[in-house]
């Protein structure tokens, strides 16, 4: 069973800009241009995603070559191997099946977080920590 990744949080790209100021903004007291930033807590998710994806492919990798040396008639030709393959693949899959969980924890909250938020505002997060 494969697994396909979901859109992972885009990190902010080299000029990439915020939206443009208007001066009717309704968050802007006074009918003063908003100034926007990049959400840090939009970054934070970026970052967890940047550092769980490599963990997750480490884990992957290191099932697959005992995966591959069970299945294998050069290694052992013996009835217990075909339990050691059913077990792997089983370890496998629920690898698989952790790893889009976690991802989809982070993309799902990265799409309910605004990637740029009003400058100097209280504005409410989605994510808080």
Not at 84 to 97: C, F, H, I, P, T
Not at 103 to 126: C, E, F, V, Y
């Amino acid at each position: 069973m494969s697994f396909v990744d979901p859109p992972a949080p885009t990190p902010l790209q080299p000029g990439e800009t915020p939206p443009a100021p208007s001066s009717t903004d309704l968050l802007s007291p006074g009918g003063q241009p908003t100034g926007w930033v990049f959400n840090p807590e939009y970054q934070k998710l970026v970052d967890l995603w940047l550092q769980v994806v490599p963990l997750m492919d480490q884990l992957t990798k290191s099932l697959d070559k005992p995966y591959e040396m069970a299945r294998s008639r050069d290694v052992w030709d013996a009835p217990v191997a075909e339990r050691y393959v059913k077990d792997l693949a089983e370890w496998r899959n629920r690898l698989g099946m952790y790893r889009q969980a976690v991802l989809t924890a982070i993309s799902d909250q990265a799409a309910d977080t605004p990637r740029w938020i009003p400058g100097k505002a209280g504005a409410p997060h989605a994510f808080t920590s």
